[in-house]
């Protein structure tokens, strides 16, 4: 049986493309915001196109923080992209406005330092030992649209807390390093998109669905 993945659908872009990259790697798709398909999927995915602070009004518009919140609590996988992987961080910074986030990692969304911004193109990325997400396209690049990132380590930040394993935190450079995915249990997050990443992306999200069996 294919895993059951939900696009969780709150008003975030176009999202027929992530729909579609799913079905093609061996999910069964479900584009909706209903609490019990969300609660019930073996894997949510959370686009994000647009501004942190209009992305995070959208997804409580809906209850979507609460809904990724109890998954996670219950160790239910998430996959956050682009902007869904920037609201799991402390908070936002855009045009001298702080939005909270989900704080599910520590660190601060912001303007990349860069010549040129927005960073949009395909760029490669520096994976870790014991990636699950990018196993077998460590060396590939991905598809990047955004002038915002985060630029400090979220691993390093959690180190303190032994209790925990520290997220598994991969890499890209435009201007200056920021993070460009994390896995951390059932949350793991890409800041590129992955369905617009061509052999490489859908490889990765093969790796993700795959991993739901």
Same mark, same amino acid.
């Given at each position: 049986?294919?895993?059951?993945?939900?696009?969780?659908?709150?008003?975030?872009?176009?999202?027929?493309?992530?729909?579609?990259?799913?079905?093609?790697?061996?999910?069964? =798709?479900?584009?909706?915001a209903?609490r019990?398909?969300?609660?019930? *999927?073996?894997g949510?995915?959370?686009p $994000?196109?647009?501004?942190? *602070?209009?992305?995070?009004?959208?997804?409580r518009?809906?209850?979507?923080?609460? @809904?990724?919140?109890?998954?996670?609590?219950?160790?239910?996988p998430?996959? !956050?992209?682009? =902007?869904?992987?920037?609201? @799991? %961080?402390t908070s936002? /910074?855009?045009? $001298?406005?702080?939005?909270?986030?989900?704080?599910q990692?520590?660190?601060?969304?912001?303007?990349?330092? !860069?010549? =040129?911004?927005?960073?949009?193109?395909?760029? &490669?990325?520096?994976? &870790?030992e $014991?990636?699950?997400? %990018?196993?077998?396209?460590?060396?590939?690049?991905?598809?990047?649209v955004?002038?915002?990132?985060?630029?400090?380590?979220p *691993?390093?930040?959690? /180190?303190?807390d032994?209790?925990?394993? &520290?997220p598994?935190?991969?890499?890209?450079?435009h201007?200056?390093?920021f993070?460009?995915?994390?896995?951390n249990? &059932?949350?793991?997050?890409?800041?590129?998109?992955?369905?617009?990443?061509?052999d490489?992306? *859908?490889?990765?999200?093969?790796n993700?669905?795959?991993?739901?069996?």
């Amino acid at each position: 049986m294919s895993p059951r993945v939900v696009v969780l659908n709150y008003g975030s872009g176009n999202v027929r493309s992530a729909v579609r990259a799913l079905e093609r790697v061996g999910a069964d =798709v479900e584009l909706t915001a209903d609490r019990g398909a969300v609660a019930a *999927a073996d894997g949510l995915v959370v686009p $994000g196109v647009g501004a942190f *602070a209009a992305v995070m009004d959208q997804l409580r518009s809906v209850g979507g923080d609460r @809904m990724i919140e109890r998954r996670l609590a219950g160790g239910r996988p998430v996959l !956050a992209i682009c =902007v869904g992987l920037q609201v @799991m %961080f402390t908070s936002g /910074k855009e045009h $001298g406005v702080t939005t909270p986030g989900l704080d599910q990692w520590p660190g601060e969304v912001v303007r990349l330092e !860069a010549d =040129v911004v927005p960073h949009m193109g395909w760029s &490669p990325v520096e994976a &870790p030992e $014991g990636t699950v997400l %990018f196993d077998g396209v460590e060396d590939e690049r991905f598809y990047f649209v955004h002038s915002y990132g985060v630029q400090t380590d979220p *691993a390093a930040a959690l /180190k303190q807390d032994t209790a925990l394993a &520290p997220p598994l935190v991969t890499w890209a450079e435009h201007g200056s390093r920021f993070v460009a995915a994390v896995e951390n249990g &059932p949350l793991s997050a890409t800041q590129f998109h992955p369905e617009k990443s061509g052999d490489a992306g *859908a490889h990765l999200l093969r790796n993700w669905v795959t991993s739901l069996r």
